[in-house]
């Protein structure tokens, strides 16, 4: 035998029920839901018997109460009610249009920025995406200063007491060169970022990704100096191409011809891992802004899934 399929709500008779809590009354009751009082009074009737319980209790001069179950039932149909009409209204809105400004962490955009384009652009066809792949330091300034009205960007550089949710987290290793053993070398040469770019927030003394590679190296105690600095991962990748340095990079980094992850038995220091954050603008483009946030957790939520 099958289940007997439960009896559902009419919402209706719930709003009624919820006018009538509220008012405590049933002819203010009925105003408010736009019926007759004698209506109103019958979809109660409905309500009960229903439930086959008694959910109002009528005292003397008119009063209106509550009984234990029907406080129970007032929570519930508030909730149900509130989801009913959050359901309508998302449906029902008008299309989405107008331009929305993404900021994304320029070693992220290869791997992530096509999905996220792709599923927006079906979730939202109205709305054009103006983005920009750029080092995190620079996006944190252009989110401060109102440019963008949604960014990714690497943790240590997001604005101080700004809400940001993590979306991403992946190892930093070291890169070598394939046929040159500069890794090997005493002191051991280092491409990295320069110690003060133009976009560093003003309450760091260095930028950050540098200052982990410093320290990694400073705490392990192997002797090493800066050969090359620059502001794009591929300027320090073609450092260590050309045997002059080793440089770090993001595990999932796609990396140029001619280069290779140091292994772990090689002597290196261990890197800790990079997180990204994402983080609003204070005042964004609404509801696109928060239509492609969306879009972009599911999006690294299911590439962490796979990797996990």
């Known amino acids: 035998m099958g289940m007997a399929v439960p009896s559902s709500f009419d919402l209706d008779l719930l709003r009624s029920f919820v006018a009538i809590a509220e008012e405590k009354s049933f002819t203010r009751a009925a105003a408010r839901v736009g019926r007759t009082q004698a209506a109103v009074s019958l979809q109660i009737q409905r309500l009960e018997g229903m439930l086959g319980k008694v959910v109002i209790v009528r005292g003397k001069g008119g ?67 103006e983005v ?36 991403w987290r992946s190892q930093v290793k070291w890169v070598t060169s394939e046929k040159h053993r500069q890794h090997v070398r005493q002191p051991l040469p280092i491409s990295t970022s320069p110690a003060d770019c133009p976009w560093r927030p003003a309450e760091l003394a260095e930028c950050p990704w540098r200052s982990m590679i410093l320290r990694a190296l400073e705490q392990s105690g192997r002797t ?49 891992d990079s997180r990204y954050y994402m983080l609003k603008a204070r005042d964004p483009r609404q509801p696109a802004t928060d239509m492609l946030a969306a879009q972009i957790q599911d999006v690294f939520g299911a590439d962490a899934a796979l990797a996990g």
């Not at 989110?143 to 943790?155: G, H, P, Y």
């Not at 001619?258 to 261990?270: A, F, I, K, S, T």
Request: with cysteine; proline share 5%; charged share 20%.
């Open 224 to 272: 090493h100096r800066v050969v090359s600095t620059s502001g794009t991962v591929q300027a320090q990748m073609a450092a260590a191409q050309a045997g002059l340095a080793i440089t770090s990079t993001l595990v999932d980094d796609i990396l140029l011809e001619g280069l290779r992850v140091v292994r772990p038995n090689e002597g290196l220091p261990e890197l800790p």
């Open 132 to 167: 920009e792949a750029n080092a995190s330091c620079a996006l944190a300034l252009k989110l401060k200063n109102a440019e963008l009205d949604l960014t990714i960007l690497r943790d240590g550089l997001q604005p101080r007491q700004w809400p940001a949710v993590e979306v």
């Open 63 to 129: 009063t209106v109460e509550l009984n234990a179950d029907g406080l129970y039932l007032l929570e519930r149909a508030r909730e149900l009610l509130a989801l009913n009409d959050e359901i309508m209204r998302s449906m029902q809105a008008a299309p989405v249009h107008g331009t929305i400004r993404l900021g994304i962490a320029v070693e992220l955009s290869g791997r992530f920025l096509p999905r996220i384009l792709d599923r927006f652009a079906h979730a939202a066809p109205g709305v054009e995406v």
